[in-house]
């Protein structure tokens, strides 16, 4: 064999346990990130859990859409009740003006 043969030989077996080496201790730094990924995300989600709590807790089990809801539902009530007692009246009060019928629409000839 030649000088250059074995030089070669001895290259390539370096490069490979180098290779090994580098991979092992790449994957055991990527497992470590990886841990450490997994706990910053637990405490990201206890983070989100305490606020939602706290928001839970002022607002009770309803977020701020369904209260909005709930309120433009009252207050439609509210209207059908008034609009419900304007009407009786009206029947009762035969001196309560008639509604005044919207002209009908003719087509352009």
Do not use: F, W
Not at 59 to 68: D, E, L, S, T
Not at 73 to 79: I, S
Request: glycine share 4%; with cysteine.
């Amino acid at each position: 064999m030649s000088l250059l043969h074995k030089l070669s030989v001895v290259l390539i077996g370096a490069l490979c346990v180098i290779g090994t080496s580098s991979l092992a201790l790449a994957d055991e730094s990527l497992k470590s990130d990886m841990s450490q990924t997994d706990d910053d995300k637990k405490a990201v989600k206890g983070v989100q859990k305490a606020k939602s709590d706290a928001m839970e807790r002022d607002m009770g089990r309803q977020g701020p859409v369904v209260q909005n809801r709930e309120k433009m539902k009252a207050k439609r009530h509210e209207m059908m009740e008034r609009m419900k007692a304007y009407r009786e009246a009206a029947k009762t009060n035969s001196t309560a003006p008639a509604p005044v019928p919207a002209p009908a629409i003719t087509p352009a000839p």
